[in-house]
């Protein structure tokens, strides 16, 4: 049996380059699963996405993914992207290993956890407080400079990892420090400003963007402290859920978080277009 993709749709272009199309898997022109691929909105026109593909029950571990899988990729290199992008569930333990075996690399994930019922106390000395309009200005180059190494230190190019920075800074901060749902803290030990904080709150969920301890003040705890104020802080808006992302070779950020109860929702693998 012959595993094809067949486009449901016409191939969509802008102007800037990007590209998307759904496609029904199919076995000997009978339908079993569906692909969506498009081109990276953050990294721009070179790097694809399987943004989703799923194999229906009947026909799965027959090898219908890994096909579909291979062919997306030769479509992404025919709009020439050269690299490739997928979002997993966590539990999807199968995609997971069919991903690796072709050479899929995870780069970051996405961890999540119910609140607690009550808010967490700080340590003694310990307090969070509102970003000033002074101090954001400075916050705000420092984390999209940081946030662009970041993405740098995982093989991103230059180009690709500060556009990705300015796209999302002005997606999720479009009024500064006025923007709708957003916390942006300062934590200050004994009177000291230690680190900062920023947690978006929307509906019923929490997300922390952004958790960093000054230099000088790393390894005293203030990193626990940091995210213990995130929680104080969802709470407060009514959050039931909070969540991250973090890279996986960030292992003391892996460590600390899995101290505090948050689990993996999403892994973020990549894989170069030879």
């Known amino acids: 049996m012959t595993t094809t993709l067949r486009p449901t749709g016409p191939l969509q272009s802008e102007a800037d380059g990007a590209r998307s199309r759904p496609y029904d898997v199919c076995v000997n022109s ?43 990729e030769e479509i992404l290199r025919g709009w020439r992207c050269t690299r490739v992008e997928a979002i997993i569930p966590a539990d999807a333990a199968a995609a997971v290993r069919l991903a690796t075996v072709l050479g899929y690399v995870e780069r970051n994930r996405t961890l999540s956890k119910p609140l607690p019922g009550q808010a967490p106390d700080l340590p003694d000395g310990s307090v969070g407080r509102p970003m000033s309009d002074a101090e954001y200005g400075p916050w705000l180059a420092h984390a999209k400079e940081h946030y662009a190494r970041d993405w740098m230190a995982q093989g991103i190019p230059e180009s690709q990892a500060y556009a990705k920075s300015e796209a999302d800074h002005a997606a999720q901060l479009p009024d500064g420090t006025a923007t709708d749902g957003v916390r942006l803290r300062v934590l200050e030990h004994l009177g000291t400003a230690v680190g900062t904080l920023w947690v978006t709150v929307r509906d019923s969920g929490a997300y922390v963007f952004d958790v960093e301890v000054a230099e000088e003040y790393r390894g005293r705890g203030h990193g626990r402290s940091l995210l ?47």
Request: hydrophobic share 40%.
């Open 228 to 274: 213990r104020l995130a929680e104080r802080e969802a709470l407060s808006a009514g959050a039931r859920q909070i969540g991250l992302n973090v890279f996986t070779n960030n292992t003391p950020a892996m460590r600390l978080y899995a101290s505090l109860g948050y689990q993996p929702t999403a892994y973020h693998l990549s894989k170069p277009l030879l």
């Open 30 to 72: 009978r339908p079993v699963g569906r692909l969506d691929l498009a081109t990276h909105l953050a990294f721009g026109p070179t790097v694809g996405q399987i943004r989703a593909l799923r194999i229906e029950e009947p026909d799965r571990r027959r090898g219908r993914a890994t096909v579909a899988a291979l062919a997306a």
